[in-house]
């Protein structure tokens, strides 16, 4: 069995699933325009590679300390089905079908309680990605273990393979499918990375080392 791979957000969905949240949120009245703002700048130093993994992800997940669970819940079924549905293409379903005998991860900086509906979606059974730090029901706004983003993404994937008894040395093919330069570190650790509608830096950098080039968006 091979294993294969998925960033999420700009690979999976066109459009980043933490930046569309916090635009609902707005849009829902729960946050402000200067919110939105303070978004669109972290969605910038995110893309241009500038914000720290830490920074990033305390970023988004403070948004939801303040509230309870039971409003998050029903925000995130509204959100799915108003924001998320649309930006879930043909092809990258396609995609993740054509990969049903193989073993499927997603594997995402966004946090569990924002992606867990969308895997599903997918029907990707395997989910790592950041850990809310959640204590007596609520959200703390802080991380649970490694964010998993750049080289998180590797030590969560091992720890998670670990979990199974397996390792990524034991799989003889690999593919990681991303769009994003952050990613870097785990696409030179499988054996077939492929950009997806990929960033500037990272489509430079898959056109000088031959790797696959896909495009996905509608």
């Given at each position: ?9 700009n690979t999976l ?126 959200f703390t706004g ?68 031959g790797w696959t ?6």
């Amino acid at each position: 069995m091979n294993l294969v791979l998925f960033d999420l957000d700009n690979t999976l969905l066109s459009g980043d699933t933490d930046f569309e949240w916090l635009a609902f949120l707005v849009e829902q009245g729960v946050l402000s325009s200067s919110d939105q703002e303070a978004n669109a700048e972290m969605d910038r130093r995110y893309r241009s590679g500038d914000a720290g993994a830490l920074e990033y992800v305390r970023f988004y997940l403070g948004f939801y300390a303040p509230h309870g669970m039971a409003a998050l819940l029903a925000w995130r079924d509204k959100f799915f089905r108003t924001r998320i549905e649309r930006r879930i293409s043909r092809a990258a379903r396609a995609l993740v079908e054509s990969h049903r005998n193989d073993l499927v991860a997603i594997v995402t900086a966004t946090n569990r309680f924002l992606t867990e509906p969308i895997a599903a979606a997918f029907g990707v059974e395997h989910l790592i990605a950041t850990e809310p730090e959640i204590v007596a029901g609520r959200f703390t706004g802080e991380v649970a273990g490694t964010p998993c983003m750049r080289e998180g993404k590797i030590e969560r994937l091992e720890a998670w393979l670990a979990s199974r008894g397996s390792s990524l040395a034991d799989y003889a093919e690999t593919w990681f499918y991303s769009d994003s330069i952050n990613d870097l570190p785990l696409l030179e650790r499988v054996t077939h990375p492929v950009a997806v509608d990929a960033d500037s830096k990272l489509e430079r950098l898959a056109r000088e080392r031959g790797w696959t080039i896909l495009h996905l968006a509608r």
